[in-house]
């Protein structure tokens, strides 16, 4: 597996406002993927990190709302846009590193008031 | 695409008993199943996986089964122990579809009684 970080790990955040969360990989790895997890439900992918590309979304999620980065094989950012309330959920990134195996990391914990 | 269907969604069971887990696929050409581990507070862990060229797999007091035929699969813990309370979810992938993430199930709120 690989030690997988997230920053931050929770915040609260106001309406309006943008948040942009960081995931960070102690190795190179091929894919990296971003899920939501809406309060007490199951995680729901929202786009595939693509190195030194624009990222590839899931139907129902728009770059314009989550922009996504991904500057190397290590590192993605993931901004969640204009937040309303119904936007509160842990947003998780995921990596694979052999083949299909996904490990996910910590999570963050977006609350917005 | 993939849809996934799991249940029961919450499983009680006396420690020591085992618990079953099953979970339905709608894509027949999805071909790997991983299960997930997910405790208070934590980001999910990959506890097993399966792929379609098996009908089993073992690791420990965890096994998963999976019936191509049926399009469904199974997680089986043996001697439930506490430390099993958490949530479980189930996932599929088609591994031939290119660079796509996993579809999940709603999950299983594992309970293990003492």
């Known amino acids: 597996s690989a030690v997988i970080s997230q920053k931050p790990s929770r915040d609260i955040c106001q309406r309006g406002t943008s948040l942009t969360i960081q995931c960070q990989v102690d190795?190179?790895?091929?894919?990296m993927f971003w899920y939501r997890q809406q309060p007490g439900q199951s995680l729901t992918l929202i786009a595939t990190a693509n190195q030194g590309s624009e990222a590839t979304y899931e139907s129902g999620f728009v770059i314009d709302k989550f922009p996504i980065s991904r500057p190397n094989l290590t590192f993605s950012t993931l901004t969640v846009s204009n937040m309303s309330p119904e936007d509160s959920s842990i947003y998780l990134c995921?990596?694979?590193?052999?083949?299909?195996?996904?490990?996910f990391g910590p999570g963050t914990r977006l609350t917005v008031l | 695409g993939e849809n996934v269907e799991q249940h029961p969604s919450t499983l009680s069971v006396q420690e020591g008993d085992s618990a079953v887990i099953k979970c339905t696929y709608s894509?027949?050409?999805?071909?790997?199943f991983p299960w997930y581990k997910q405790e208070l507070g934590k980001g999910p862990q990959l506890i097993i996986d399966?792929?379609?060229?098996?009908g089993e797999k073992k690791d420990q007091r965890i096994a998963v089964t999976l019936n191509k035929t049926a399009k469904h699969f199974s997680l089986h813990i043996t001697e439930t122990q506490p430390e099993d309370s958490a949530v479980y979810f189930c996932?599929?992938?088609?591994?031939?579809?290119?660079?796509?993430?996993?579809?999940f199930g709603k999950g299983t709120h594992l309970i293990i009684q003492p």
């Open positions: 995921s990596v694979v590193i052999v083949v299909n195996e996904q490990f």
């Open positions: 399966i792929r379609s060229n098996v």
């Open positions: 894509d027949s050409a999805s071909n790997y």
């Open positions: 190795s190179q790895v091929t894919m």
């Open positions: 996932a599929g992938k088609n591994s031939g579809g290119g660079a796509d993430g996993l579809t």
